[in-house]
């Protein structure tokens, strides 16, 4: 089971920190971020895999 989150020590510092991430519509889980990086990086080609999986001397 996850630990439970940790009570704020700066109430003030922490509902900022909450408005800002809303706004910037910031998730826990990642998701949004992954969406995102999905759109900016292109889809790996069986050519490039094949490079990754090359090691450099």
Same mark, same amino acid.
């Given at each position: 089971? /996850? +630990? &439970? %989150?940790p @009570? &704020? +020590? +700066?109430?003030?510092?922490?509902?900022? #920190?909450? =408005?800002?991430?809303?706004?910037? =519509?910031? +998730?826990?889980?990642? =998701? /949004? #971020?992954?969406r /995102?990086?999905? %759109?900016?990086?292109?889809? @790996?080609? &069986? %050519?490039?895999?094949?490079?990754? @999986?090359?090691?450099?001397?």
């Open positions: 089971m /996850a +630990d &439970p %989150k @009570k &704020p +020590d +700066d109430k003030e510092q922490s509902k900022r #920190f909450i =408005e800002k991430a809303r706004e910037i =519509e910031a +998730d826990e889980c990642g =998701e /949004a #971020f992954e /995102a990086f999905k %759109k900016i990086l292109p889809e @790996k080609t &069986p %050519k490039s895999r094949e490079k990754d @999986k090359r090691v450099i001397p």
